[in-house]
C-alpha cells in the first residue's frame, strides 16, 4: 500500500483508494446531515471514477436508509449524481455551485436579497 509519503512532487492524484472511499462510508452512515460538493477523483474517467461512485452510493445509502439528509450541488457533483444514478436518494440537488456553498455559509446573495425585499 503506498501512503502519502510515496508521491513524488510530479506526481498526479487521481482518485481515493478503498480504504478511505470505506472511512468516507463509515462516518457517512453515522451522519445526519451530509453537503456534497464535489467528486474525489476524475471520475469522467472510470479508471479513476471508483471513488466519487463510492461516495456517491454512501450518501445515497446514508440518505435512504439511515435517515440523513443530503445536499448536493455544483456541475460536477450533478454529472456524477447523474452518471451512477443516485439522483432519487439524495435528499436535495442544487444546481448552484460556488452559490450553493456560499448560501450555506451564511453569504447574502444579490439574488435572495432583492426577493427578500421584495417580499417586505
Known amino acids: 500500500m503506498k501512503t502519502i509519503s510515496d508521491v513524488a512532487a510530479d506526481d498526479l492524484i487521481l482518485d481515493v483508494g478503498p480504504q478511505t472511499a470505506a472511512l468516507f462510508d463509515t462516518y457517512l452512515q453515522k451522519s445526519g446531515s451530509i453537503v456534497w460538493n464535489g467528486p474525489v477523483g476524475v ?54 455551485g460556488g452559490a450553493f456553498l456560499e448560501f450555506l455559509e451564511g453569504k447574502v446573495l444579490p439574488a435572495v436579497a432583492a426577493l427578500e425585499a421584495r417580499a417586505s
Do not use: C, P, R
Open 43 to 96: 471520475f469522467e474517467f472510470d479508471a479513476f471514477g471508483g471513488g466519487t461512485k463510492a461516495l456517491a452510493l454512501s450518501i445515497a445509502k446514508a440518505s435512504s436508509q439511515g435517515g440523513a439528509f443530503s445536499i448536493a450541488g455544483g456541475g460536477d457533483t450533478l454529472a456524477a449524481i447523474e452518471k451512477y444514478d443516485v439522483e432519487k436518494d439524495i435528499s436535495y440537488i442544487s444546481t448552484g
